[in-house]
């Protein structure tokens, strides 16, 4: 049996100042369209912890991560199994990837040899660019999910919703509008919650009023975050635990 086709990653989107330790660890990412902002179901907040908290836990993602691991503002004494261009197929097919210092491991033997108590993961824009469908993403990800719960059957496990853009991202990639991310994050919760994980909703943190990525959040690409994006990401998490 053929194993479920995605789309082509995304190459690049225009770069600015400050996006070059980024770009040097990480492509660019993409993402799609449809859905309801309201609607988006994700855990409620809860009792604020200490960034301290979070030191232990390990954050499996692409880009946008990466951005945690070099940014003070983020999680730089977390573990991180972040990768260019990285998506749930990478985990699926034991894809080998390349770390920020230029070593490769693979990904699925670096989660179970670390058996972290907490894994934040968020993936799919790399994939999600291109207006169409995207049901072999969900596919992918619901055997990520299944593979990463019975390699790490004592960690708890959170599923990050695929973050919100500025609205000039979707001319040149069509896909990376809101109401197609919204539709998408919807049929993420509804897996997390299929699969026993805990879905946080990081527009709660990350969107404005119309949905859009916070401008002062946004790196001039509309995409990946400033400092200040991260310093909102990470009190989110801090309070969603």
Not at 49 to 57: E, F, G, Q
Not at 94 to 108: A, F, H, I, L, N
Not at 143 to 160: C, E, G, H, R
Request: glycine residues 10%; charged residues 20%; aromatic residues 8%.
């Amino acid at each position: 049996m053929s194993s479920p086709k995605e789309p082509a990653p995304l190459d690049s989107l225009d770069s600015g100042s400050g996006l070059d330790a980024l770009e040097a660890l990480e492509g660019l990412d993409g993402l799609d369209d449809g859905g309801d902002l309201d609607a988006l179901a994700g855990l409620d907040g809860t009792t604020a912890v200490d960034c301290s908290y979070l030191a232990n836990c390990c954050l499996r993602g692409d880009s946008l991560t990466q951005g945690m691991q070099i940014y003070s503002s983020g999680l730089p004494e977390a573990s991180f199994c972040a990768y260019r261009g990285a998506n749930p197929s990478v985990v699926v097919n034991g894809t080998t990837c390349k770390r920020s210092d230029g070593g490769t491991e693979v990904p699925m033997e670096v989660l179970t040899a670390r058996q972290p108590p907490v894994l934040y993961i968020l993936l799919g824009t790399n994939v999600l660019n291109r207006d169409g469908d995207y049901s072999s993403f969900l596919t992918y990800y619901r055997l990520m999910l299944d593979m990463i719960s019975q390699a790490l059957p004592n960690t708890k496990i959170y599923v990050q919703s695929i973050t919100p853009v500025r609205p000039e991202v979707s001319q040149k990639s069509p896909g990376l509008y809101k109401q197609r991310l919204c539709e998408i994050n919807d049929a993420l919760s509804a897996i997390a919650l299929e699969k026993g994980c805990t879905f946080l909703n990081l527009w709660e943190a990350l969107a404005d009023e119309n949905g859009d990525l916070i401008a002062q959040y946004a790196q001039p690409d509309g995409y990946h975050l400033l400092p200040t994006g991260y310093d909102a990401w990470v009190d989110y998490l801090c309070t969603h635990t």
